[in-house]
């Protein structure tokens, strides 16, 4: 199996949901990501998505807007992501990483590119939140030439009828956006992420994973006793805001929380 398929068996042995983590790359500067990105693994996250800054984003919310200008406004470019990618899969050969940005940064110098850049970094999947699965030619088939995962997005107005097409191609895990809305500004009840995470399962075997709106331990812990994986990004972002170069050990304590809500979860569960 690979990475991402090794990790999500290996916190189901466990009886607990993966804790997959989102920061910016290059926030607050491309010499302090590797810090935070530390802090990440070293917390407890069993995967991490690393944002590619752009000036236009369509699902962000403020706090990852604003590291999106903190990171470019200090020079991040590709060619800075990709090397910070390598740098972490040098130090953590086994943690899965995740690309996640908008079209323009993964198809400007063209998708095979892109897909053999994400290859000899050590990237494991790609989510791109504006090609839509009906433009999957675009990208999709140079990311699994080069088996790399793409990550396909479900969202609340995703129906029966749409549902097979985002399947269609998809691989890695399915995130489930759990609000029809932006990141970080609101979280769905808990009985509509059940029901969604109910019809997402009876329609696939790809792990399921939640986010959007995730912000604390007991948020993580709930969605973790029905998702697959529980994806925190813009409370965390927030703190890298907040702290700057100092970010790392702030950024750690709370995913540690978040960690131990999710372990303290599958102990419950078995007992």
């Known amino acids: ?15 607990r949901a993966a804790l997959i983590t989102f920061v910016t790359a290059g926030d607050p500067t491309v010499a302090a990501t590797p810090a935070i990105l530390d802090a990440l693994v070293e917390g407890g996250a069993d995967i991490i998505e690393l944002g590619m800054p752009f000036t236009d984003p369509m699902a962000d919310g403020p706090a990852i ?4 200008l903190r990171s470019l406004g200090s020079g991040t470019k590709t060619a800075h992501i990709f090397a910070i990618a390598a740098d972490f899969r040098a130090r953590h050969p086994d943690t899965p990483l995740v690309l996640m940005g908008y079209a323009n940064p993964m198809l400007v110098r063209g998708s095979d590119w892109f897909a053999d850049q994400c290859k000899a970094a050590g990237v494991d999947g790609v989510i791109c939140v504006d090609v839509p699965p009906e433009e999957d030619a675009e990208l999709g088939p140079a990311l699994r030439g080069a088996g790399i995962h793409l990550v396909r997005l479900a969202t609340p107005t995703t129906d029966a009828k749409r549902l097979p097409a985002v399947l269609e191609g998809a691989s890695g895990f399915l995130y489930h956006v759990s609000v029809a809305g932006i990141t970080g500004k609101q979280q769905a009840a808990q009985a509509n992420i059940e029901l969604a995470v109910q019809k997402l399962r009876a ?23 029905i998702a697959d994986g529980v994806v925190v990004g813009s409370a965390i972002v927030d703190l890298v805001g907040s702290h700057g170069d100092a970010a790392a050990p702030f950024v750690q304590q709370f995913v540690a929380a978040l960690s131990g809500a999710l372990t303290a ?7």
């Open 203 to 225: 329609a696939t075997d790809l792990p399921i994973a939640v986010g959007f709106g995730v912000r604390t331990p007991e948020q993580a812990a709930a969605i973790g006793r």
């Open 1 to 15: 199996m690979d990475r991402m398929a090794t990790r999500f068996a290996a916190c189901k042995a466990q009886g």
């Open 65 to 68: 807007e604003l590291a999106n």
């Open 265 to 271: 979860n599958s102990r419950e569960t078995a007992a």
